[in-house]
């Protein structure tokens, strides 16, 4: 597989090869891959830092954590309102069509 030139791991061509690795992992998606990677690494040096700014780079920021809790909330809201005025609807037609019987008779 030939490296992207547009690619910003570009920059890190002179660099040793394991960053170069992680890096790949990264551009490719294979994020598990990259944070096993990482968790090997030892806990100093500049694979290891760069590797612990692409594992941060994976982790969801918390605004978006917060918007999709919000959105599911939402959504639990608005069924839940949904099939409870349903329910009265479906009641009241019921009634409606009672009356409509009897007054027939």
Known sequence: MEANDTSYRSAYE?????????E??????????LRREVAKLPKEGAVAARGRKL???TNPRP???WL?????L?????TTFWFRENAKARE?????????SQKQK
């Open 92 to 100: 009241v037609r019921q009634r409606a069509v009672t009356v409509e």
């Open 63 to 65: 605004a978006e954590t």
């Open 55 to 57: 594992v941060a780079r």
């Open 74 to 78: 939402l959504l639990v809201s608005l």
């Open 14 to 22: 002179g660099e040793d090869d394991a960053i170069a690795a992680l």
């Open 68 to 72: 999709l809790a919000i959105a599911a």
């Open 24 to 33: 790949l992992a990264f551009e490719e998606g294979r994020f598990a891959d």
